[in-house]
């Protein structure tokens, strides 16, 4: 059973397939009846896994992700008419992105909110004049970077942005293993407010040089 992330909700979902594939390549999955692009990401997947009818259809070719760019630039223009229904409906909330499934029949739009919200006046309207399958899909400040992009403090484009396919959880337990003092300390936190996504790799180096030295 191989692993995949569909980046447009953040599940993991196990499937099989007899696809020869690469960490990081991205596929076609049909996934409850929609196309959506998925991300094959075994060893570097949370534990938790989704349910659903899910099958890998085939690697995407580039023509395949240049459609794919394309899509996402349609689905941003959607984003202004979402911005003005989110408040004619009163909702305190903020439209990030927007993407499409790889058929067009889901849009999924990306916002930020302090606390949960009850968006389903929202969704119903949008459903009604878009006539496609909606979805709202809340993220957190580690995600609004990786949407936004940007330079870290290592002067380089951030890691969320570039190539991290899924952002696990970054703990002071990491910074304290790689027996860095201060981890409290804002030079250990990115520019989503977080602890740096590097962390975590740097402290698998880590443990990989101290079990080659026990050896």
């Not at 009850?118 to 119903?124: C, I």
Request: hydrophobic fraction near 40%.
């Amino acid at each position: 059973m191989l692993k995949i992330r569909v980046p447009s909700t953040g599940q993991i979902f196990e499937v099989e397939t007899d696809l020869a594939l690469k960490s990081g390549e991205t596929v076609l999955a049909e996934i409850d009846g929609i196309l959506e692009p998925a991300i094959f990401c075994n060893g570097n997947c949370s534990k938790e896994v989704a349910s659903s009818d899910v099958r890998i259809l085939k690697v995407l070719s580039q023509e395949d992700l240049d459609f794919k760019k394309e899509l996402h630039k349609k689905a941003k223009t959607f984003i202004d008419e979402a911005r003005s229904k989110a408040f004619r409906h009163g909702l305190d909330l903020k439209i990030l992105d927007a993407d499409f499934s790889f058929d067009e029949k889901k849009l999924t739009f990306f916002f930020s909110a302090e606390g949960r919200i009850d968006f389903r006046s929202l969704v119903a309207d949008l459903v009604g004049t878009l006539n496609k399958i909606i979805r709202l899909q809340q993220v957190g400040p580690r995600d609004q970077a990786k949407l936004y992009g940007g330079f870290g403090k290592c002067g380089r484009e951030l890691c969320c942005a570039r190539f991290l396919s899924n952002l696990d959880n970054i703990t002071l337990e990491m910074v304290e293993n790689q027996e860095i003092s201060g981890g409290k300390s804002p030079k250990f936190s990115g520019c989503c407010g977080k602890l740096m996504c590097c962390l975590a790799y740097e402290g698998k180096i880590k443990e990989k040089d101290i079990e080659a030295e026990a050896k």
